[in-house]
């Protein structure tokens, strides 16, 4: 009987120690190790993370650069992979004061989820106010020549030469539009068109005449103005005809149509005449004419002034 027993107990021994050598056999073995608990600013540390046993298994982790918590600057991180071993080395160093924490990094083997145990980094200012701190090598006089200065600030001269040639494109390009609007055919062309807006207006057809005379002199003082550059808009009309006439810009035939419209406007004003269709019609058409002839007072005052 206590044979039997025995031989039982043999048979639970043999087959446990077979159970656990089959699964030591086929079991992966992870490990870290960190240089150092207690590091100094900026001192450059290794953590080391390797793992036995793989049986060709895959292994799987973080990126490189990308494994440790970003307070840990990462300066070298590299991979080491044999058949049965896998080593990472990573330096790093961290730039702040105080307590941080590595912690469980995820790794896969084989598609099973392995983890490192978790450090805890303590980080010390080591230098001391009033330390002296010495250069590791000597500062070097370097005598610099014009290329070497040109290399340094060429893009700052380029970048100023082509802030100035854009300004001044810019300028031109106001300047010139400023010009075309003010240009004479185009003041011409907007008053012959002003003058179109009154006629639709039918306050001729209706006999509203003094409507039709305080927008047609408006039109008029607005044109002087601006293709004479004499301030009609600002002026009583006897003081404009002055000017008119001393100015030389506007020729006579002008002048004339100018000033009869103008008084007559005046006096329609402020009711002490009342023209008839007819009268408007022709008031309308010699202003429209006067502004068509006005080109040739400015060519001809432009010649005076070259001779």
Do not use: C
Request: glycine share 4%.
């Amino acid at each position: 009987m206590m044979i039997k027993n025995n031989s039982r107990i043999l048979k639970n021994i043999s087959l446990f120690t077979f159970i656990f050598l089959g699964v030591f056999a086929n079991s992966q073995t992870l490990g870290s190790r960190l240089e150092k608990k207690t590091l100094a600013l900026g001192e450059v540390v290794v953590f080391r993370v390797l793992i036995s046993d793989l049986q060709g298994k895959d292994v799987v982790s973080a990126p490189k650069n990308e494994l440790l918590p970003f307070h840990f600057e990462e300066v070298k991180d590299s991979i080491n992979k044999k058949p049965d071993v896998y080593e990472r080395t990573i330096e790093f160093a961290v730039f702040e004061e105080g307590k941080f924490t590595i912690p469980p990094l995820d790794f896969k083997i084989g598609g099973e989820l392995y983890q490192t145990v978790p450090y805890e980094v303590e980080v010390i200012n080591t230098a001391q106010k009033g330390d002296v701190i010495n250069d590791i090598m000597k500062n070097k006089e370097v005598n610099l020549g014009v290329q070497d200065y040109w290399q340094l600030y060429k893009w700052y001269v380029l970048g100023f030469l082509i802030l100035v040639a854009l300004i001044f494109v810019i300028y031109q390009i106001v300047k010139y539009g400023k010009r075309r609007k003010d240009s004479p055919v185009v003041m011409t062309n907007q008053t012959l068109k002003d003058l179109d807006q009154l006629k639709k207006k039918k306050y001729i057809e209706n006999g509203d005449y003094r409507s039709f005379y305080v927008e047609l002199i408006d039109i008029s003082r607005n044109f002087i103005t601006k293709q004479y550059r004499i301030p009609a808009d600002v002026l009583l009309t006897d003081d404009l005809i002055d000017v008119m006439k001393m100015n030389n810009t506007i020729s006579q035939e002008n002048e004339k149509v100018v000033e009869e419209i103008f008084l007559r406007g005046d006096l329609v004003k402020f009711a002490k005449t009342f023209p008839d269709q007819a009268l408007m019609e022709n008031d309308f058409e010699n202003i429209k004419a006067f502004v068509k002839r006005s080109s040739k007072d400015l060519e001809f005052e432009k010649l005076r002034k070259d001779v």
